[in-house]
């Protein structure tokens, strides 16, 4: 067996090796919907704009109609007419 490390915290803790490296990772789909991981909480959130804090920075996703479908520890499904999503330092 060959696994790496990596391989096989991922494997075990039911992570993606992005989520692992970078503390957070998130997906856009067909510009309705965004699932985030590895958020540390909400910085603002409007109809136009939702701001999640990561670790050392923010991930604005922006938008028209936006709500949070689901909020979890750590976790949040944003949908509505996405826009952009971008990860801002600070």
Same mark, same amino acid.
């Given at each position: ?35 985030? *991981? ?33 909020? *979890? ?18």
């Amino acid at each position: 067996m060959s696994n790496s490390f990596v391989d096989v915290v991922c494997e075990t803790c039911g992570l993606e090796v992005a989520t692992l490296a970078h503390g957070y990772k998130y997906s856009v789909y067909d510009g309705r919907a965004v699932v985030v *991981e590895g958020h540390k909480g909400i910085v603002s959130y409007t109809e136009t704009s939702v701001v999640f804090a990561l670790r050392k920075n923010k991930l604005t996703i922006k938008g028209g109609r936006l709500s949070i479908k689901c909020l *979890e520890r750590n976790f949040a499904v944003v949908v509505g007419d996405i826009v952009s999503v971008a990860v801002d330092n600070g």
